[in-house]
């Protein structure tokens, strides 16, 4: 048995650090947005502005859902600005967050994947539900 048992763990400890996350700038078109969510194989890409402040998220989910909603070409869709697709106010957590809490988020959520920012609103990171719930385990 573990000796963390009662010692929370933080975000920092499991999250993806920023060179490990899709990510794109604000005046990215959605095609670019999607060829990084398939670089990192990653159901998510976040959308940074100039000073790498979280300005929104698009999943492979919101995707496919506007592919239903907007009758436009796909190839048309492609070269929007992705940040007209995005949700604007991700759900966020902050990197002193605990493991814990974070993980019992995502659940009620029913999503994979949140932001990491700081106090400024600067993404620090992404934490998966996969190495979250893989090291949870390993620390019960």
């Keep these: 048995?573990?000796?963390?048992?009662?010692?929370?763990?933080?975000?920092?400890?499991?999250?993806?650090?920023?060179?490990?996350?899709?990510?794109?700038?604000?005046?990215?078109?959605?095609?670019?947005?999607?060829?990084?969510?398939?670089?990192?194989?990653?159901?998510?890409?976040?959308?940074?502005?100039?000073?790498?402040?979280?300005?929104?998220?698009?999943?492979d989910g919101d995707i496919r859902r506007k592919l239903l909603k907007v009758q436009k070409p796909f190839s048309a869709l492609l070269i929007d600005d992705a940040i007209d697709h995005s949700i604007k106010n991700p759900i966020i957590i902050n990197a002193n967050d605990t493991l814990k809490n974070s993980v019992e988020i995502m659940g009620e959520k029913q999503i994979w994947d949140l932001p990491v920012v700081n106090e400024k609103g600067i993404l620090v990171g992404l934490l998966h539900l996969h190495p979250a719930v893989k090291l949870l385990l390993k620390n019960s």
């Design 1 to 59: 048995m573990s000796t963390m048992t009662n010692k929370p763990i933080n975000i920092n400890q499991v999250m993806l650090k920023m060179n490990e996350i899709p990510l794109v700038k604000s005046n990215a078109i959605l095609k670019e947005a999607v060829e990084q969510m398939n670089d990192y194989n990653l159901g998510i890409v976040c959308i940074i502005d100039d000073d790498d402040k979280l300005v929104g998220v698009i999943t």
